[in-house]
């Protein structure tokens, strides 16, 4: 699933290679990924000559901006956005096409449409359907962070990938970061210490810094990302067998050594 990382090298590729450009045309393969009661003639009528201007993301959605409206992308479990030359033949599962007038296209992937594109008219209609947002997770203080465990005790886990609470993190990014911090994933938000807290908001820093450079949740050797799907992988750090469960509904990876499980 596309996280936050992930979201933010889709949005470098529409700064690099779209900003500044027009869009001479837009093609919609697919319907179904269109959302809000947008339809294709409006989505056209909205972008047709206009011009792109710098994008933003806000957790896992991605704003591009073109002629005083805002195209809202959500990439749901497998949507993808690219920047491809005229002559790359049309995938299977390309639903929007944004041609651009240096020949290019953007092309918005998706092979399970569960989200989609959203068109936001004006910047109310942009606040409105990101108000249910909590901060993104990159720019999250410290303060914020404590800011969002606050409240209904509930594990930890489930707490990150609160979208309303804190934007951003998918399951990838949150066991990451709870593993670098050696905290259960099934902690209790109200069970945290101070260096707890301490520990979870430099992880929270540190990984999401290196996965936006790598453009996604870099699956290297000594992270356990480069280990959680083995079989019988190991901790990177003390070389005890992984445990495997299920946290907030999810398939969840943790160390029991260095993230031992919270005493009753």
Not at 26 to 36: K, N
Not at 243 to 259: E, K, L, N, S
């Amino acid at each position: 699933m596309p996280e936050l990382a992930d979201v933010e090298a889709y949005r470098r590729v529409l700064e690099e290679s779209a900003t500044g450009r027009r869009i001479t045309g837009v093609e919609v393969t697919d319907a179904g990924v269109l959302r809000g009661g947008l339809t294709t003639g409006r989505l056209r009528r909205s972008l047709t000559d206009a011009r792109i201007d710098p994008p933003e993301r806000h957790g896992k959605w991605l704003i591009m901006y073109a002629g005083g409206t805002a195209v809202l992308f959500h990439f749901g479990m497998t949507g993808r956005l690219l920047h491809v030359g005229p002559e790359e033949p049309v995938a299977a599962h390309d639903r929007v096409l944004l041609c651009l007038d240096d020949g290019g296209q953007l092309r918005f992937r998706d092979q399970r449409k569960l989200k989609g594109l959203w068109l936001a008219p004006d910047p109310g209609a942009v606040d409105r359907l990101l108000a249910d947002q909590g901060p993104d997770a990159l720019s999250l203080t410290r303060e914020q962070l404590e800011e969002a465990l606050d409240g209904r005790p509930r594990r930890l886990k489930a707490t990150l990938l609160d979208q309303s609470r804190v934007a951003g993190l998918g399951n990838l990014l949150t066991d990451e970061i709870l593993w670098h911090a050696r905290i259960h994933p099934a902690r209790r938000t109200d069970r945290l210490d101070h260096a707890e807290h301490g520990r979870l908001a430099r992880s929270l820093r540190q990984v999401l810094r290196a996965s936006v450079k790598a453009g996604r949740v870099p699956p290297r050797r000594s992270w356990l990302t480069g280990h959680r799907d083995e079989p019988s992988g190991t901790c990177p750090r003390c070389g005890t067998t992984l445990a495997h469960g299920r946290v907030a509904g999810r398939g969840t990876v943790w160390c029991p050594r260095d993230q031992p499980a919270e005493r009753r």
